[in-house]
C-alpha cells in the first residue's frame, strides 16, 4: 500500500505561511518529528508518494528518496490518500478498508482509500485529475477527522506532542557522556540522552513535568537548564540556554537565551541571549544577539496574526510568539510584537520599538520601514555563505524555489514598501 | 520641466543632506559625498519614487558615480516609457 501525500490547496498553505513557503506542509514539524513521520508511522505504507506545488518541486526531490510529483506514482499499487493536516493519532480509518473517499463538510477530501482494482483509469495528467476521478468514481462519506488549521496550532500543540512522541520512542537512559556534576530532576525514565551527546558540568535536565529527549551528537554548555517537555536535535548545541517546556529544536541548531513552547527548524541558531516564546522559527535563521519576542499581551487578550500584512486572525489563544520564515537574518536588539509575522529572506536592522506586525518575505526592514533594500541577490549571497558554513550548499534549484516564492510574495511586500516610502517622503 | 541631472542632483542633495551645487557629475556617491549604504537604499527608494519607475536594485546599487546614475536613470526612464528632460 502506497501513502499518498497532497499540497495543492493554496488557502490552506496560506494558513501555515511563512513557514509553507519553502516546504511542503507534512515538512512541518510538532513535537519530536514532522507531520509526515506521524502519519506514516500511524499508517504504516509500503511507501510514500508526494505531490508538492511545483516551484518547490526540485528541492524536494533533492530531500527525499521517494516519488515527487510522479504521476506514475499513482498506479501499480493500493492507495491511501491522506490530507497531510489530519493529526495522526485520531487518524481511525482502517487502512485496508474498501475504496471510498472520506470528505469534510465543505467537500475537502481528508483521506481516500483506492483499491487499484477499483479505479478506471490508471494514468492521469496532473494531481488535480486524479483528485477529480476518485471523488467520482468513488463511493463518497463524510467524515470527520481533527486538523491542524494553522501554524500556531502546532506551536500550541508541541509539548504535548513531545510527551507522545517520547513514549512512542519507548527509549530512556544516559547513552551520551555526562561530566557531573549534571542535576537530573524528576524520573530518569523520563529523560533519554543520545549516543555521541557531551552534556557539560553544572547542566540541570528538568524532567519533573515533562520528558526531555536529547538527540544525537548534541552538545549541551555548562549552566544549560532543559525543562521537559522538550527535544534537542541531532547535532545541536545549548550554550548556557534557558531551554523553557516545549521546545522543539535542531537538527544542527546553536541556542542561547531563554527559549520557550518554540518549535525551531534545522540549522538555525540564537546563540546569544533575548527571549523567544511560543514561536515557530524556520531553518537557516540567525537571530540576532538580545533579539526578543512577546508572546502575551498587556491585557491578556488574544493574540492576533496578520498573515496578509492587512487582516488580523484571531489565533483563540493568549500566548502566541512570532512566527519566522526561512534564511531570516534579525540584528543584534530586535524587538518582535506579539503575534508577529516575519516573512521567509526579511532582514530585519533593529530600530529600537518593535517592529511592525507583518514583515514581509524578502523585505530589507531598515531605519523603521520596509525597503527593497540591497535585493534578493544580496540575500541569495548571504544564504549561501551562511549555507557553507555548515557544509551545505546553495543550489539552483533552491534559487529556482525562492524566485517563485519573490514573485508569489511581491503584491503584499509591494504594498509595504510604498507605505514605507510616505513615511520617507514625509 | 527639470532635467534628469537636475532631478538626481536635488533628490541626492535632499537624501545626503548637501548642497545640490556641491554635487558634481564625477562625484561618487559613497568616497565623495559619503552616502552609507542604508542611504545609497533610501536614494534608489527616492529615485524610483521622482521619476515613477522601478530599477533592478542589484543593478541601481551597483551605480556609484553620479554622472552614471543620470544615464542609468534616462535609460530605465526609456525602457518604461516615462517621459523625461534629457
Known sequence: MRLILIDNLPDVRFNFYPLSLGRPLWELRCGMSSLADKLIAKIKPDSVAYFVPDYMAEVYKDQVNESVNDMASLAGDDLILVDPLVKAENFDIPVKGKSEVGLDEDGRILYAQIKKVDMKKSTFDDIEEFIASIKSELPNVSCKLATWEYVWDLILANGEQITTGFAAAGRHGFEGSLEEPVAVRGDRKDVYVAPGVKVHPMVTIDAEHGPVYIDERAEIHPFTRIEGPCYIGKDSILLGAKCREGNSIGPFCRIGGEVEESIIHGYSNKYHDGFLGHSYVGEWVNLGALTTNSDLKNDYSNVSVMMDGRRAIDTGSTKVGSLIGDHVKTSIGTLLNTGSYVGAMALIMAIGKPLPKHIPSFAWFIEGIVTKGFGKGKLYETAKTAMSRRKCQWTPAMESMWNAVFEMTAPVRMKAIKKGRKTLLK | ?86
Open chain 2, 1 to 86: 520641466m527639470a532635467t534628469v541631472e537636475e532631478r538626481v542632483k536635488a533628490i541626492t542633495a535632499q537624501v545626503l543632506k548637501l548642497n545640490v551645487e556641491d554635487i558634481k557629475l564625477e562625484h561618487s556617491f559613497t568616497a565623495d559625498l559619503g552616502a552609507e549604504s542604508v542611504q545609497s537604499i533610501e536614494l534608489v527608494a527616492m529615485f524610483e519614487e521622482e521619476f515613477g519607475i522601478e530599477m533592478d536594485e542589484d543593478a541601481a546599487l551597483s551605480v556609484e558615480i553620479v554622472g552614471d546614475a543620470i544615464k542609468f536613470i534616462t535609460d530605465v526612464c526609456k525602457e518604461q516609457g516615462v517621459e523625461v528632460e534629457e
